[in-house]
């Protein structure tokens, strides 16, 4: 993957540094899918210059909130570790900046639409023909080959609307959005899982490749088991704000002191297992109304019935005492400062102090890549960049790489 020999050495004499250390990626990049995927490939040691429009204020991820000591959440979480670097690519002269930082990196991501892409001559032919090793991975919301909806902007939650999302989520009277930006950070990972898969075939080929990557694309592959129900069988989920559309008992219940807990009841055998350990109603066990998954989905109210009465006379902590005894699979249901403060994030690491730019100490959390594979950046800076922050340095480097 074109990494150093020098970083191998490093790497095999103490492991400090990620595995994909030498390997340079430009990012023409904003908001969080183009971000998140080379925030990963950073987090794994290559070198990332994020390229910003300075006219725009940079990346608009910059300024969604101030919730990171003044600077934005959004921004600290998808880009640390990463150089910036504003190009005006509407300039031809600042075009060929560009050219020259992908004269000399492995890896580009760009999420852009379509038509911008061809205007920034950022489009798959464009260059093929001019960079020929470079692996591009160019994210949209429905792809650059689409003939109806390429033009389209895409966010996170017109592609949850789009993609059937909102068909799922909520209650019978009103429709909502998935709480996280779950289509923007799904095509973030695909996009750097695609990119190392390209990576590993320039390595037998010695060819670039160009990844047409649609948000739309990655949508459906969450709605797979759905998709394929209703193409083989006509069958159309209804909303339930608090069960699985699928599974029984499967969702939130009240337990008798009013806390609520989320039981996943999946198996028939945990079903015999709770009907006939807790419930102490054996004959249950084997009932056609419950007997299979698919019993209990055609008798849904009366399954959960079933399970409403036992729970309000337990109290959920004397619930989750009698889960964790027999096996049965169990979630409480927090809010954001109950995971911050949630047991396993310190156990695992997650949460991290490091220095802002202004001096102020952020509280920042550290992705599974980074927590896997990587040890210490490249210039010991850990946090994002501030706009432009790395131009004399970017310049510098290819204005060396020229000259050699």
């Given at each position: 993957?074109?990494?150093?020999?020098?970083?191998?050495?490093?790497?095999?004499?103490?492991?400090?540094?990620?595995?994909?250390?030498?390997?340079?990626?430009?990012?023409?990049?904003?908001?969080?899918?183009?971000?998140?995927?080379?925030?990963?490939?950073?987090?794994?040691?290559?070198?990332?210059?994020?390229?910003?429009?300075?006219?725009?204020?940079?990346?608009?991820?910059?300024?969604?909130?101030?919730?990171?000591?003044?600077?934005?959440a959004q921004f600290w979480w998808l880009n640390r570790r990463k150089r910036s670097i504003a190009i005006d690519l509407a300039d031809p002269d600042e075009r060929e900046i560009l050219g020259e930082l992908l004269g000399a990196a492995d890896v580009l991501v760009y999420n852009m639409s379509p038509a911008a892409a061809r205007r920034a001559e950022l489009d798959a032919e464009t260059l093929a023909a001019t960079h020929p090793r470079l692996i591009a991975c160019q994210i949209s919301?429905?792809?650059?080959?689409?003939?109806?909806?390429?033009?389209?902007?895409?966010?996170?939650?017109?592609?949850?609307?789009?993609?059937?999302?909102?068909?799922?989520?909520?209650?019978e009277e009103d429709l909502c959005r998935v709480g996280v930006s779950v289509c923007d950070v799904s095509s973030g990972i695909y996009g750097a899982l695609l990119i190392l898969a390209a990576l590993r075939q320039r390595d037998a080929t010695g060819k670039g490749t160009h990844i047409d990557l649609a948000m739309f694309d990655v949508a459906l592959e969450f709605l797979g088991p759905m998709l394929v129900s209703?193409?083989?069988?006509?069958?159309?989920?209804?909303?339930?704000?608090?069960?699985?559309?699928?599974?029984?008992?499967?969702?939130?219940?009240?337990?008798?002191?009013?806390?609520?807990?989320?039981?996943?009841?999946?198996?028939?055998?945990?079903?015999?297992?709770?009907?006939?350990e807790l419930l102490e109603q054996p004959e249950l066990a084997d009932d056609p109304r419950f007997?299979?998954?698919?019993?209990?989905?055609?008798?849904?109210?009366?399954?959960?019935?079933?399970?409403?009465?036992?729970?309000?006379?337990?109290?959920?902590?004397?619930?989750?005492?009698?889960?964790?005894?027999?096996?049965?699979?169990?979630?409480?249901?927090?809010?954001?400062?109950?995971?911050?403060?949630?047991?396993?994030?310190?156990?695992r690491g997650i949460v991290v102090d490091a220095e802002?730019?202004?001096?102020?100490?952020?509280?920042?959390?550290?992705?599974?890549?980074?927590?896997?594979?990587?040890?210490?950046?490249?210039?010991?800076?850990?946090?994002?960049?501030e706009l432009d922050e790395d131009r004399e340095e970017i310049l510098a480097l290819t204005n060396e790489e020229e000259a050699e």
């Open positions: 993957m074109n990494v150093s020999s020098d970083a191998h050495s490093a790497m095999a004499e103490g492991g400090a540094l990620g595995p994909l250390t030498g390997l340079r990626v430009v990012a023409v990049e904003h908001s969080v899918a183009g971000p998140l995927s080379t925030r990963i490939l950073s987090d794994l040691g290559a070198d990332v210059v994020k390229v910003e429009r300075l006219a725009a204020g940079g990346d608009f991820a910059r300024h969604w909130d101030a919730n990171a000591k003044g600077e934005g919301g429905y792809g650059a080959t689409s003939e109806s909806a390429a033009h389209r902007k895409a966010y996170d939650m017109l592609i949850q609307a789009e993609a059937g999302f909102m068909s799922l989520t909520g209650t209703n193409l083989n069988s006509g069958v159309e989920y209804r909303r339930s704000a608090a069960r699985h559309h699928a599974i029984a008992p499967y969702g939130v219940f009240e337990c008798g002191d009013g806390a609520e807990i989320l039981l996943s009841i999946e198996q028939d055998a945990e079903w015999r297992h709770l009907v006939t007997a299979t998954n698919a019993d209990r989905i055609a008798n849904r109210e009366e399954t959960d019935a079933i399970v409403d009465r036992y729970l309000s006379g337990v109290d959920r902590d004397d619930f989750v005492a009698l889960c964790d005894n027999h096996g049965f699979a169990y979630g409480l249901i927090n809010d954001v400062s109950a995971v911050a403060a949630h047991p396993v994030v310190g156990e802002a730019a202004n001096g102020e100490t952020v509280r920042s959390i550290v992705g599974l890549a980074e927590r896997t594979f990587a040890g210490p950046s490249r210039d010991g800076r850990v946090r994002p960049p």
